[in-house]
């Protein structure tokens, strides 16, 4: 079970953290990301963390690259996004998602590699 938290409205260029309390999962071998999805748009691949039992890998697109950062706090079971320099455009529903195993380089940007998803977290940016 997931359960985001920590969205709301900000102005542009401000911060925001997201928290997803993750039920469930290993955190040994595993996969975790967050998606978006925009009025009148489809979900899209957000940023997301992934291990096979040694250092993770953080794997970002690249409209949020070198803003928002993926992290996971295994003694809390919790993965966060901190999104930094908030822009119009990062308007969205976001999802985190999750699934036990290592996902390969070829799949973790797609919504099928993931077994289970949060209900949604709304985060504005106002101009």
């Known amino acids: 079970q997931l359960v985001e938290s920590g969205g709301g409205l900000v102005q542009v260029g401000g911060s925001l953290r997201l928290s997803c309390a993750a039920s469930?999962?290993?955190?040994?071998?595993?996969?975790m990301g967050w998606f978006r999805q925009a009025p009148g748009k489809e979900r899209e691949f957000v940023a997301a963390?992934?291990?096979?039992?040694?250092?993770?890998?953080?794997e970002y697109s690249d409209s949020v690259k070198g803003r928002f950062f993926i992290s996971i706090a295994n003694t809390k079971n919790t993965m966060e996004l901190r999104m930094n320099g908030l822009k119009p455009e990062d308007t969205a529903v976001y999802y985190c998602?999750?699934?036990?195993?290592?996902?390969?380089?070829?799949?973790?940007?797609?919504?099928?590699?993931?077994?289970?998803w949060g209900q949604g977290t709304q985060v504005t940016v106002s101009s």
């Open positions: 998602a999750a699934r036990n195993g290592f996902a390969w380089a070829s799949s973790f940007a797609s919504e099928g590699a993931y077994s289970d």
């Open positions: 469930g999962f290993t955190f040994t071998s595993y996969t």
């Open positions: 963390i992934r291990s096979d039992g040694g250092p993770p890998f953080y």
